[in-house]
């Protein structure tokens, strides 16, 4: 399947800015900045009041924000408590 080009010069202005927000979106994700990411597709939004693609990748950086306050929520007590050790050890 052959990629199509597609002329800018024909697309409106907002079907341009979409389309950047989409993608910024993209970018933010594959590296892992889903916060970043969620506000470029909320600025999609913008241009596509309620379209589905753009939802669903809110919804799927939502549920990414969420496992990684999980993550932290976990992971921060448990190295102040092997800190504490250290220390209590080292006293």
Not at 55 to 58: F, K
């Given at each position: 399947m052959?990629?199509?080009?597609v002329n800018e010069e024909k697309l409106s202005h907002?079907?341009?800015q979409y389309r950047y927000y989409i993608q910024r979106g993209f970018d933010f994700t594959k590296i892992e900045l889903f916060r970043s990411?969620?506000?470029?597709?909320k600025q999609a939004l913008s241009y596509k009041p309620g379209?589905?693609?753009v939802?669903?990748?809110?919804d799927a950086c939502?549920?990414?924000i969420r496992?990684?306050?999980t993550k932290v929520?976990?992971?921060v007590p448990l190295v102040l408590g092997l800190i504490a050790a250290v220390i209590a050890l080292n006293v």
């Open positions: 052959a990629h199509e080009e907002e079907e341009i990411a969620r506000e470029h597709y379209d589905p693609f939802l669903e990748r809110i939502n549920q990414q496992k990684d306050r929520l976990i992971l």
